[in-house]
């Protein structure tokens, strides 16, 4: 069974996009991913994780990785947590057969992202993602990030996904919150804060929570930071966004985003591992200024001892 959620918050309200750990020769380290969810969950207070999304590193994992790495993390953490399973590909056919797996797994919703790369019209867009969502009983979240994929999710095109029953969240890591203030206020769609930059701002015009990256490191912060903006605590809000400043822009802006968390979780002890090829690991001066960067940011990271 799928922890409860509401109405509002379909797939919960503070998700992390959670890394896929690998072992020293590279394979998937299941029990690794296991008790990264656990610690997300249990001491990070994520009510929701997504598992093979980008920053899982889903483009260089296999369909039989993916579904063993989902199963993984449902047996850890699916009693008391969303378990989201990116199924997306640039493929109509592989992403329903990754959905329907999923499913099967016991996934309690879909990530689907935009067909990258072939840059689909709005029509196909409509055709890939109405195709998705009539292919499982699970509720869909669409992603939309056009700086990845090369194709935008137009405001009309979600007004008319919007009528699908499945389809009931975006991630949006597009930053256009005007335009998502319009899709929120004519659908009953919930908006997940796709870009750690933007998190707070997202609330302020009616997100339903984050789908993170940083949350990895700091999940327990942007719970509280919901909690407080939902209680009408702005200025605690702000305030723990202007603290998490210095790790959003480590781990967000200055290398692409799983090797930089990566590099966050081996700092801090918990499982990660290396990353697969085309990626490459963090450079040790990178490494250096994470240390002092999650430091500034309020994160305690064990010292090394030669």
Known sequence: ????????????????????????DGSVDYDGAARLAAHLVDEQRNDGLVVSGTTGESPTTSD?????????????????????AGVGTNDT????????????????GLLVVTPYYNKPPQEGLLAHFRAVADATGLPNMLYDIPGRTGTPIHSETL??????????????AKGDLFAASKVMAATDLAFYSGDDNLNL???????????????????????????????GDVGRALAIHRRLLPVVTAIMTRTQGAIAVKAALDLLGRPGGTVRPPLVPASPEFIAGLREDLGQGGVKVPEVHS
Request: aromatic share 4%; proline share 6%; charged share 25%.
């Open 1 to 24: 069974m799928a922890p409860s959620t509401t109405s509002d918050a379909p797939f919960g309200r503070m998700l992390t996009a959670m890394v896929t750990p690998f072992a020293p």
């Open 64 to 84: 039989e990785e993916k579904d063993r790495l989902l199963r993984a993390v449902i047996e850890a953490v699916g009693d008391r947590a969303m378990v989201v």
């Open 93 to 108: 056919a592989h992403t329903l057969e990754l959905a329907r797996a999923a499913e099967r797994a016991g996934a309690h």
């Open 159 to 172: 007004l008319r996904l919007a009528e699908h029953p499945r389809i009931t969240a975006v991630k949006d």
């Open 201 to 231: 701002p997202w609330l302020s015009v009616g997100a339903a929570g984050f789908v993170s990256v940083v949350g990895h490191v700091v999940g327990a912060d942007l719970h509280e930071m919901i909690e407080a903006y939902r209680a």
